[in-house]
């Protein structure tokens, strides 16, 4: 039953109680990172771990009641798989089976037609958590120097394994992190100050400051752009620039729902999990867990620079642990379309987050061609470089936000009816542009790049 704190806090917010309660789990990582720094740090490795592992599952309880024993038993299930299997193929391929057809099994009985926030949205997060540890478990011999840093050097014991799924500072959405880094944490190694806290404060805050203000955008624009809109009668009768416009500024605006919850990671850098050591010139870094790079998020026009910049520490996760094991298929785009689709099976059953993935394969692999035309071109490099840019630039952003929101769309309308309505409505226009930029590149290509040997020629 709700509190009735909660549904007067919800109600005056203008938004449901699953979500406040989720902001203000959010939020109440950074007492728990002060509480560690104080009491916890440099303490012994089994204090640390039962602090986060009661620290996380009252924020389980907080947000989903009982129901945070899905995530206890394939927490118990992953470390027993490792203890009775060791670091071996088998004891990976069981994690990845057993794992994901949990997380399956739960979409499929828990699934709406709406964005809901019930105990499955955490679940992809310790998903890949805890495939990710059973795979780096694994690594014993002839490593890379990536792999080097975060192999594990012997099976967990469960009171580690229970620490590193419900740290506070990224039990609920994230970001992805190794139990390599947790275990530095957990030693006190991920400091700028050896043998003190890290001094984070003020970078924490300056993150926690920045979220808050992608929040105050979502919260504030979201009412006037909602989702519900799309489906409604007046949508269809507004002009065609109306519809595009409306759907590239909900777009926008929708986005920093997640920007927001990925922004306040300060958490991590409070309590040193996002210590990265110095750059060139010796400044201290504070991005290990940095899930957004937000003004290159603004201001790149390019879909590969947004994709870069946007829930960094997932994309790393699936590059690092599916797409570079799909290197035996010996064709990289094949290898892209399979890790895509990973991720939208990861994501959801819903057909929405199909079409969103295969629409991200299709626009990037277009922009790539599109990209190595222009670099090719003398002309096109000196329009690039010539005073025209900034305009070029705004048509590039308008194009670029345009569609991106296009593939947004299925991925939060979820369903074929709605995602489909919406698409018949613009007429289908994201894939008619990038096909038809696709049948004319060829010929592009041929009128604004010179052959091999024709400079010399003019030259001469």
Same mark, same amino acid.
């Given at each position: 039953?709700?509190?009735?704190?909660?549904?007067?806090?919800?109600?005056?917010?203008?938004?449901?109680?699953?979500?406040?309660?989720?902001?203000?789990? @959010?939020?109440?990582?950074?007492?728990?990172?002060?509480?560690?720094?104080?009491?916890?740090?440099?303490?012994?490795?089994?204090? @640390?771990?039962?602090?986060?592992?009661?620290?996380?599952?009252?924020?389980?309880?907080?947000?989903?009641?009982?129901?945070?024993?899905?995530?206890?038993?394939?927490?118990?299930?992953?470390?027993?798989?490792?203890?009775?299997?060791?670091?071996?193929?088998?004891?990976?391929?069981?994690?990845?089976?057993?794992?994901?057809?949990?997380?399956?099994?739960?979409?499929?009985?828990?699934?709406?037609?709406?964005?809901?926030?019930?105990?499955?949205?955490?679940?992809?997060?310790?998903?890949?958590?805890?495939?990710?540890?059973?795979?780096?478990?694994?690594?014993?011999?002839?490593?890379?120097?990536?792999?080097?840093?975060?192999?594990?050097?012997?099976?967990?014991?469960?009171?580690?394994?229970?620490?590193?799924?419900?740290?506070?500072?990224?039990?609920?959405?994230?970001?992805?992190?190794?139990?390599?880094?947790?275990?530095?944490?957990?030693?006190?190694?991920?400091?700028?100050?050896?043998?003190?806290?890290?001094?984070?404060?003020?970078?924490?805050?300056?993150?926690?400051?920045?979220?808050? @203000?992608?929040?105050?955008?979502?919260? @504030?624009?979201?009412?006037?752009?909602?989702?519900?809109?799309?489906?409604?009668?007046?949508?269809?009768?507004?002009?065609?620039?109306?519809?595009?416009?409306?759907?590239?500024?909900?777009?926008?605006?929708?986005?920093?729902?997640?920007?927001?919850?990925?922004?306040?990671?300060?958490?991590?850098?409070?309590?040193?999990?996002?210590?990265?050591?110095?750059?060139?010139?010796?400044?201290?870094?504070?991005?290990?867990?940095?899930?957004?790079?937000?003004?290159?998020?603004?201001?790149?026009?390019?879909?590969?620079?947004?994709?870069?910049?946007?829930?960094?520490?997932?994309?790393?996760?699936?590059?690092?642990?599916?797409?570079?094991?799909?290197?035996?298929?010996?064709?990289?785009?094949?290898?892209?379309?399979?890790?895509?689709?990973?991720?939208?099976?990861?994501?959801?059953?819903?057909?929405?987050?199909?079409?969103?993935?295969?629409?991200?394969?299709?626009?990037?692999?277009?922009?790539?061609?599109?990209?190595?035309?222009?670099?090719?071109?003398?002309?096109?490099?000196?329009?690039?470089?010539?005073?025209?840019?900034?305009?070029?630039?705004?048509?590039?952003?308008?194009?670029?936000?345009?569609?991106?929101?296009?593939?947004?769309?299925?991925?939060?309308?979820?369903?074929?009816?709605?995602?489909?309505?919406?698409?018949?409505?613009?007429?289908?226009?994201?894939?008619?542009?990038?096909?038809?930029?696709?049948?004319?590149?060829?010929?592009?290509?041929?009128?604004?790049?010179?052959?091999?040997?024709?400079?010399?020629?003019?030259?001469?």
């Amino acid at each position: 039953m709700a509190a009735p704190w909660m549904e007067k806090l919800s109600e005056s917010l203008g938004s449901s109680e699953p979500a406040v309660r989720l902001i203000l789990s @959010v939020l109440i990582g950074y007492p728990f990172a002060l509480i560690y720094r104080k009491c916890f740090f440099r303490r012994p490795p089994c204090a @640390v771990h039962l602090f986060h592992t009661l620290s996380g599952l009252a924020l389980a309880a907080f947000n989903f009641g009982s129901q945070l024993y899905h995530s206890a038993v394939c927490v118990v299930v992953q470390f027993l798989l490792l203890r009775l299997m060791g670091r071996t193929v088998t004891a990976v391929l069981s994690s990845f089976l057993f794992q994901m057809t949990y997380l399956l099994c739960g979409y499929y009985y828990t699934a709406t037609d709406q964005y809901d926030i019930k105990w499955t949205m955490p679940h992809c997060v310790l998903t890949l958590k805890l495939i990710g540890m059973s795979l780096l478990a694994s690594y014993t011999s002839q490593l890379s120097a990536e792999q080097q840093s975060s192999a594990l050097s012997a099976v967990p014991s469960l009171l580690e394994v229970c620490g590193f799924s419900y740290f506070y500072g990224g039990f609920l959405v994230g970001p992805q992190f190794t139990l390599r880094s947790y275990q530095r944490l957990v030693s006190g190694e991920l400091t700028d100050c050896p043998g003190q806290p890290p001094s984070s404060v003020l970078p924490a805050m300056k993150r926690f400051f920045l979220g808050l @203000v992608c929040l105050t955008i979502f919260t @504030v624009g979201g009412p006037y752009f909602p989702d519900s809109y799309f489906l409604t009668e007046e949508y269809e009768a507004q002009p065609f620039w109306f519809r595009c416009l409306y759907m590239l500024i909900w777009a926008k605006i929708t986005l920093y729902k997640y920007v927001s919850c990925w922004v306040i990671e300060g958490v991590c850098i409070l309590c040193g999990m996002g210590y990265n050591g110095k750059d060139e010139k010796g400044v201290h870094q504070w991005d290990a867990c940095a899930n957004m790079r937000v003004w290159h998020y603004e201001t790149t026009p390019l879909f590969t620079g947004t994709i870069a910049s946007f829930n960094i520490n997932t994309n790393a996760w699936v590059a690092r642990h599916v797409f570079k094991r799909l290197k035996f298929l010996g064709n990289k785009m094949a290898s892209q379309l399979l890790t895509l689709l990973f991720l939208a099976v990861w994501h959801g059953l819903h057909s929405g987050y199909l079409v969103c993935f295969s629409l991200e394969f299709i626009i990037v692999n277009v922009e790539r061609k599109v990209m190595a035309v222009v670099r090719d071109s003398p002309l096109l490099m000196r329009l690039a470089t010539s005073p025209l840019y900034p305009l070029i630039y705004g048509v590039q952003q308008l194009l670029h936000w345009l569609f991106m929101a296009y593939p947004l769309v299925p991925f939060c309308l979820f369903t074929y009816d709605k995602w489909l309505k919406v698409y018949s409505s613009v007429y289908f226009c994201g894939h008619v542009f990038f096909f038809t930029i696709y049948l004319i590149l060829p010929y592009l290509r041929k009128g604004l790049v010179p052959r091999k040997g024709e400079d010399v020629k003019k030259d001469a």
